[in-house]
């Protein structure tokens, strides 16, 4: 069982690499369609109010 816990996670890295950098290439344009105002560079209110959009209610 550890080892399953230790493969996820390792797994979960390496997926979050490129959906990190995919965000950061377009997070004017994911932030324009959700609506925000974006600025260049994005500033870290663009990046908190993409992030409170999208989480999902807990």
Do not use: C, K, Q, Y
Not at 15 to 22: K, V
Not at 49 to 56: E, G, K, P, V
């Amino acid at each position: 069982m550890v080892a399953g816990v230790v493969r996820a996670r390792s797994s979960a890295e390496v997926l979050a690499s490129p959906i990190e950098t995919a965000v950061d290439l377009h997070v004017n344009d994911l932030a324009d369609r959700l609506g925000i105002p974006s600025d260049t560079p994005p500033t870290p209110e663009t990046g908190r109010a993409i992030t409170s959009r999208l989480r999902f209610a807990t």
